[in-house]
């Protein structure tokens, strides 16, 4: 199933609040845990459980605790077309071979060795970039593109055109969309663990949980992941 961000993240929020009586506080990070408060700039909460899932952002929460820990982050650039025409629709999600270097769950097969090889021989700048193709469409008919990874504690706040312009020319060589003209760019930051594992659960104090490092896979993996570190409280 895919969904669009913008409308699924703003419509879960508006279910949990209408129908469990969930409080969200927007734009107001927490900024002191000292259980059984917690403050921001302008409140202090009595709680009896604290989830610090503060994705790229080390600093403000038990940073020794992040500094300590098998992470780093991964920065990603992407590209969204304009409304494929005529109703245009892509049907599934494509990828490419590349994906299969990307992804761990394709580790036990037994060609990806040559695949791997291919392609660091063919396209080296896009194995340098850690570019992977995907496309997707959202229910305006738009379609995603992307996406690169570049790792590292720093972050460059410079996007690299070049970088768009690679993902571009090899879509161009197996999509056949009525539509490629490009309205958005952006990037994306997440966390990434360095050990080769999906997900980090730390209790750095009584009442305190850290659910941190699901890398590229959070909208996939958070609701089972939710469920069973909740599950004994």
């Not at 969309?177 to 990037?187: N, T």
């Not at 941190?212 to 469920?227: E, K, P």
Request: with cysteine; glycine share 10%.
């Amino acid at each position: 199933m895919t969904v669009n961000p913008r409308e699924a993240s703003a419509r879960l929020a508006a279910w949990l609040e209408r129908a469990h009586g969930v409080t969200f506080r927007f734009g107001t990070p927490v900024n002191g845990i000292q259980l059984p408060h917690i403050e921001t700039k302008d409140e202090k909460w009595k709680v009896d459980n604290v989830y610090v899932c503060s994705g790229y952002d080390f600093e403000t929460l038990y940073p020794e605790v992040f500094a300590a820990a098998p992470l780093t982050r991964c920065k990603l650039q992407m590209l969204r077309t304009v409304p494929q025409p005529d109703g245009w629709k892509l049907g599934p999600a494509l990828v490419t071979g590349m994906s299969m270097l990307h992804y761990a769950s394709f580790a036990h097969c037994k060609g990806l060795e040559a695949v791997k090889q291919r392609v660091e021989a063919t396209l080296p700048e896009y194995v340098k970039y850690g570019i992977h193709l995907m496309v997707t469409q959202n229910g305006a008919g738009e379609l995603s593109l992307g996406d690169s990874h570049e790792y590292g504690w720093e972050v460059d706040p410079f996007d690299k055109e070049h970088i768009s312009d690679l993902i571009l020319r090899y879509i161009n060589t197996f999509l056949h969309a009525p539509a490629l003209d490009i309205q958005e760019r952006w990037h994306g930051i997440y966390p990434k663990l360095t050990n080769g594992g999906h997900d980090l659960v730390l209790r750095p104090a009584p009442g305190v949980t850290i659910v941190n490092g699901l890398g590229g896979a959070g909208m996939t993996l958070s609701f089972g992941l939710a469920r069973d570190v909740t599950a004994g409280e």
